[in-house]
Nanobody, 128 residues
Framework: QVQMTESGGGLVQAGGSLRLSCAAS????????MGWFRQAPGKERDFVGA????????YYADSVKGRFTISRDNVKNTVYLQMNTMKPEDTAVYYC?????????????????????WGQGTQVTVSS
């Protein structure tokens, strides 16, 4: 089992940056793909980005492509989400998730059902 704790959320002005971290427990971290999802009030949970086990490949939702960067450190058991040029529509609770995917592409890595373990979420608010 993998337990994850997100941190780094907060309030930022539009155009600003935040870096989220997700620290995972357990020695199996390197065997999981890691994803970030977000959920705004009254909306469904949406895919933000994902990184493969090795960290070599990343996938992003169109809404964040070019602004957000996901990375991982398999020594520190941590995955990061660097968010730049933030917009008010980025306001949401952000969740990290660990899973195993047996397919490729953003459609695969963006599917919440492929993720087994979820963090508790961290609030990100972008003011206009």
């Amino acid at each position: 089992q993998v337990q994850m704790t997100e941190s780094g959320g907060g309030l930022v002005q539009a155009g600003g940056s935040l870096r989220l971290s997700c620290a995972a427990s357990g020695r199996a971290f390197v065997t999981y793909s890691m994803g970030w999802f977000r959920q705004a009030p009254g909306k469904e949970r949406d895919f933000v980005g994902a990184v493969t086990m090795s960290g070599r490949n990343t996938y992003y939702a169109d809404s964040v492509k070019g602004r957000f960067t996901i990375s991982r450190d398999n020594v520190k058991n941590t995955v990061y989400l660097q968010m730049n040029t933030m917009k008010p529509e980025d306001t949401a609770v952000y969740y990290c998730a660990a899973g195993r995917t047996y397919c490729t592409g953003v459609g695969c890595y963006g599917e919440p059902l492929n993720y087994y373990y979820w963090g508790q979420g961290t609030q990100v608010t972008v003011s206009s």
